[in-house]
């Protein structure tokens, strides 16, 4: 009767050890009982991919003073989690920028914003052409699984190889962003580019024409996309 005795003592006492470690654990760690499974705050982070040439490199800028730079800063500001990747060669036509198309691809962006062709226009080289090459970075961006969204920047042609190849020239961008439900976003703009504070040399903009294609017309149609 006694060794009985001894056996349920040992075992309470083992019991109420037990029970003592977890209660006094639960204590040390007030999340423990007051916080339930939360899905994660943080932001997905997006990847955009400025692709296009010196107007996008930022000719005879710093990086940071570039469209890119410029754009992702106030994304930033505005409370996105994204990267935006400078793609942009000085000096590339239409077709330079549809060999580099299926790189930029493989990169596997969010959204690219393609802006391309005004080395086009100043070189009067043939419309057909240059919408055809234009028309092919699309598709290829466009192709696959999970494709980019695709933002075209509109450009315009000077008048240096007459009204009626501005007119052909200009009709290409309104065109493609239709054909291939594209969103256009205005990029060489009469109001920015007759004003010459914006202007670097009379063909690129300096970083306050940036900011302000940023701030008035790039900025507006990515965060629409983004908060969708």
């Known amino acids: 009767m006694n060794r009985t005795y001894k056996i349920f003592f040992s075992f309470g006492v083992i019991l109420l050890c037990v029970a003592l470690f977890f209660i006094l ?31 996008t490199a930022g000719y005879n800028l710093p990086l940071i003073e570039s469209y890119p730079a410029q754009l992702e800063s106030r994304l930033t500001e505005t409370g996105f989690s994204v990267q935006v990747i400078n793609s942009g060669v000085s000096g590339e036509t239409t077709r330079g920028n549809l060999e580099r198309a ?76 239709k054909t ?3 969103k256009l976003v205005p990029f060489i703009t009469k ?4 004003d010459s504070t914006n202007l670097l040399d009379g063909i690129h903009l300096n970083k306050k024409g940036y900011g302000e294609i940023v701030d008035q017309y790039i900025l507006p149609a990515v965060v629409r996309k983004l908060s969708i």
């Open 25 to 55: 654990s639960h204590r040390a760690d007030p999340q423990a009982v007051s916080v339930a499974p939360t899905q994660s705050q943080t932001p997905k982070n997006i990847k955009i991919i400025a692709f296009g040439d010196s107007l």
């Open 180 to 182: 291939y439900n594209l």
């Open 102 to 177: 299926q790189f930029i691809r493989s990169q596997n962006p969010d959204i690219v914003l393609l802006g391309i062709g005004g080395n086009d226009a100043i070189r009067s080289l043939s419309v057909t052409e240059t919408k055809n090459n234009i028309e092919k970075t699309i598709k290829i961006l466009q192709g696959g699984e999970k494709p980019p969204v695709v933002f075209l920047l509109q450009m315009q042609s000077p008048l240096n190889s007459g009204f009626s190849y501005k007119q052909s020239f200009d009709k290409i961008y309104p065109s493609l962003a």
């Open 191 to 194: 109001e920015i580019f007759f």
